[in-house]
Nanobody, 122 residues
């Protein structure tokens, strides 16, 4: 069965950096569209970045130029490099896998990790 597990979250000051990782199992990593999402308290889950099966990447406007999504297919690992973090980036971050479509809509993704908390302080 498909399993995803995130790590790398933590607390950081504004302007700092973090790298999130998501290890997947139970499927061929390169066959899935992989996305990063986040959800802050009281807010809806929103797409941050995704990488499709051709390796093309897309970013939400709010993180363009600051976040970088990448993957290591040999290691079945997805990454999110987050630089120049802002207080408003504070949220629970989730990785997700989709096998038929790709995009920023959470409903597109069938499999989700448990999340990793990112807290940015001023």
């Amino acid at each position: 069965q498909v399993q995803l597990s995130e790590s790398g979250g933590g607390s950081v000051q504004a302007g700092g950096s973090l790298t999130l990782s998501c290890v997947g199992s139970g499927y061929t990593y390169s066959s899935a569209c992989m996305g990063w999402f986040r959800q802050a308290p009281g807010k809806e889950r929103e797409g941050v970045a995704f990488i499709d099966t051709d390796g093309r990447t897309n970013y939400a406007d709010s993180v363009k130029g600051r976040f970088t999504i990448s993957q290591d297919n040999a290691q079945n690992t997805l990454y999110l490099q987050m630089n120049a973090l802002k207080v408003e980036d504070t949220a629970m971050y989730y990785c997700a896998a989709a096998f038929f479509l790709c995009g920023f809509r959470p409903i597109t993704y069938k499999y989700w990790g448990q999340g990793t908390q990112v807290t940015v302080s001023s």
